[in-house]
C-alpha cells in the first residue's frame, strides 16, 4: 500500500475506535434512564458528554453533532 492510503487507514482506524467508544457510553445513559436510576443516569451522561467533547476536539465528529447528541440524552435523563 501506498504511504498516504495507510496514513488514512490508520486515521480511520482510530476516528472509528472514537466513535464506537461514543456509541458505548450513549448506549449505557440510555440503558440508566431506561431502569429508572437516576444517580447512575446522571454519572452515565456526565461521561458521555466529556467523551463526545473529546471526539469534537480531535475532529472525528462535528461540534453541531455532539451538542445534539447531548441535549437529546440530556433531556432523557431530566426527564427521569
Given at each position: 500500500l501506498?504511504?498516504?492510503?495507510q ?9 472509528k475506535a ?20 437516576k ?17 469534537v ?24
Amino acid at each position: 500500500l501506498s504511504l498516504r492510503r495507510q496514513r488514512q487507514m490508520c486515521i480511520r482506524d482510530s476516528n472509528k475506535a472514537v466513535k464506537s467508544e461514543l456509541k458505548t457510553h450513549i448506549r449505557a445513559t440510555r440503558a440508566a434512564v431506561i431502569s429508572g436510576d437516576k444517580a447512575a443516569a446522571e454519572k452515565a451522561l456526565k461521561a458521555a458528554s466529556r467523551k463526545l467533547d473529546k471526539a469534537v476536539s480531535k475532529g472525528v465528529i462535528h461540534q453541531n453533532q455532539a451538542a445534539n447528541r447531548k441535549s437529546s440524552i440530556a433531556k432523557q435523563v431530566s426527564a427521569l
